[in-house]
């Protein structure tokens, strides 16, 4: 398999005009996921979550998703439309056409692979863009959902994390992308912030619906006009600000209530 850092070196720049956003979840689907009905809560979030996608305007008319998953069948490219059960004929679909089919959980939890499938997803629509005229104006915004710890084949603990971290953080500081990793119920905190130091969110369990409507504010401030020229830094800060801001508001709301 292609080296982390051979995968993430074929980004190319993001240059400043167009086209698209691409957005691409890497998702855990090991066993795990299946104890106390996790999956299914997933499954029904991901499908209610393209609507509060579309109401942004920048994604409805310019985004493009993908769906990876790791752990059952190890690592998988997921038709994002729920046309095809195998490989899909695009791994990107323009978000209008998000419906994946309910996705399953087993196995053991090979997120390394899972990130690095979705760094190779990345790298080759990018070039297709580019190679059709359409460079884009928008990091591509990567986001990692697991509830547990990276593991090897015998799903035995594994730190292969820590060779990949060092690359994210190079791509991010080179405008190249943005990161953020969700971690439910079982994720291992210090794998999240070694992944993301600056955006990675442990939420025990919280549901499934918050940690979408934590992915669209996000997604609403990577895309907002300011955000061109920020670093990764200053932009995970703002929606951490934002995040905060809401999840303030929301607590007010349901001790008034």
């Known amino acids: 398999m292609t080296q982390p850092q051979d995968v993430l ?3 190319p720049e993001v240059q400043a005009v167009s086209s698209r956003v691409l957005i691409t979840l890497v998702v855990d689907t090991s066993y795990s996921m299946s104890q106390s009905g996790r999956i299914s809560e997933l499954n029904r979030e991901l499908l209610g979550w393209r609507e509060d996608l579309l109401s942004n305007d920048v994604v409805r008319r310019q985004g493009e998703i993908a769906l990876v998953t790791f752990g059952k069948d190890h690592v998988r490219t997921v038709d994002p439309t729920g046309r095809t059960s195998g490989q899909p004929a695009e791994a990107y679909v323009p ?3 998000f419906a ?35 460079n884009m104006a928008y990091r591509p915004l990567v986001y990692l959902i697991t509830d547990g710890v990276p593991t090897d084949a015998e799903g035995l603990p594994s730190d292969n994390w820590r060779d ?13 992308l943005l990161f953020f990793a969700f971690g439910v119920d079982g994720a291992d905190e210090d794998v999240l912030r070694g992944l993301a130091p600056n955006s990675a969110h442990s939420l025990g369990r919280v549901p499934f619906s918050r940690v979408m409507q934590m992915m669209s504010t996000s ?3 990577s895309v ?3 955000a061109h020229d920020e670093s990764a830094a200053v932009l995970h800060r703002q929606v951490n600000e ?13 001790e008034s209530g």
Request: net charge positive; no cysteine.
């Open 242 to 254: 934002q995040l905060d801001k809401e999840e303030r508001m929301r607590r007010f709301l349901e």
């Open 219 to 221: 997604i609403d401030k």
């Open 164 to 176: 990949i971290a060092p690359v994210i953080r190079q791509q991010e500081d080179g405008k190249h």
């Open 100 to 134: 994946p089919r309910p996705l399953e959980a087993g196995g053991v939890t090979p997120l390394v692979d899972g990130l690095q499938h979705a760094f190779e997803l990345i790298a080759a629509r990018r070039n297709q863009l580019r190679a059709s005229g359409r």
């Open 95 to 97: 978000v209008a056409a």
């Open 224 to 226: 907002s006009a300011a």
């Open 9 to 11: 070196a074929m980004l």
